[in-house]
């Protein structure tokens, strides 16, 4: 079984950043070899892919609306993969899940972030 315990998030006003983490333990999977991603989930919206980043990060893609403002990256060593968020919107109020993609899917609990004045 794997668990992911994500952390950092919080109220921050607009502008403002955080440092989302998760962190992956458990047995029956190689973190350096799975494909890691943040997700979100607004109130009343469907759960949309934030972030992904590949084996060895040798990809990293996000979603159009926060491109520029957001990092993916991972530590393989910790099996830890983290998001940094800069310029934080409204709009990006959600509750942000990590994925972790092996042989099958794992979710983390998820993390709120609020982006409020």
């Known amino acids: 079984q794997v668990q992911l315990v994500e952390s950092g998030g919080g109220l921050v006003q607009p502008g403002g950043s955080l440092r989302l983490s998760c962190a992956a333990s458990g047995s029956g999977f190689t973190f350096s070899s799975s494909v890691m991603s943040w997700y979100r989930q607004a109130p009343g919206k469907e759960r949309e892919l934030v972030a992904i980043i590949t084996v060895l990060s040798s990809s990293t893609n996000y979603a159009d609306s926060v491109k520029g403002r957001f990092t993916i990256s991972r530590d393989d060593a910790k099996n830890t993969v983290h998001l940094q968020m800069h310029s934080l919107k409204p709009e990006d109020t959600a509750v942000y899940y990590c994925?972790?993609?092996?042989?099958?899917?794992?979710w983390g609990q998820g993390t709120q972030v609020t982006v409020s004045s």
């Open positions: 994925n972790l993609a092996s042989r099958r899917e794992y």
